[in-house]
């Protein structure tokens, strides 16, 4: 496997990861985040199965953009009141099998008039806060076991059923990762 320039592990941008059980931090527990960025200064990435409805903003104009269901997301624990949009960019949209890369997916400027947009995007989403790791944090969880990085499927970013999404994508994983879709929230109870 090669390594990416600046640090111990290959970069994470543009694929999934995904909580391996048990991860012990509650607010990553069966969570599978979509990564924008993974670097030697460190990682980004976006919570794709923990709809919301707790955003106090004005956002009505872009109600209708949204993919269903139409609920806003939490992206993560860190800078909760900051916005994140993401949108699909026409043309470049692989079909749902197709394993989907950061150029297809792109920031979208809420401030903007959303009848404006040209592209329009096909698939919109709207996260508030985001997962953070600063340089080498991530790659320390990668080592010690706390998450599978695992393919993007559009399907995934995009999800219609996020509840079920780390169930999902891992039963569709080939040996032993897809028998971690039926490890029980409490491993005790196993």
Request: aromatic share 8%; net charge negative.
């Amino acid at each position: 496997m090669a390594r990416a320039r600046g640090f111990s592990l290959p970069s994470t941008k543009g694929r999934l990861l995904v909580a391996a059980p048990p991860l012990t931090d509650p607010n990553f527990d069966r969570s599978v985040l979509f990564m924008l960025e993974h670097n030697e200064g460190g990682a980004l990435g976006l919570m794709l199965n923990r709809s919301s409805n707790d955003l106090k903003i004005e956002l009505d104009s872009w109600v209708d953009l949204l993919t269903p269901p139409q609920a806003f997301f939490s992206g993560g624990p860190v800078e909760t009141h900051a916005l994140i949009a993401l949108g699909m960019i026409p043309g470049k949209t692989p079909d749902g099998q197709t394993f989907v890369s950061v150029d297809c997916v792109a920031p979208i400027d809420l401030d903007s008039d959303p009848a404006l947009l040209d592209p329009r995007p096909s698939l919109l989403r709207i996260f508030h806060g985001y997962a953070g790791w600063g340089p080498q944090q991530l790659d320390a969880e990668l080592e010690g076991g706390a998450w599978l990085v695992l393919n993007a499927l559009v399907s995934d970013v995009f999800t219609q059923t996020p509840k079920d999404l780390w169930e999902t994508v891992l039963r569709r994983q080939k040996g032993e990762a897809s028998w971690l879709a039926d490890c029980p929230s409490d491993p005790t109870l196993n």
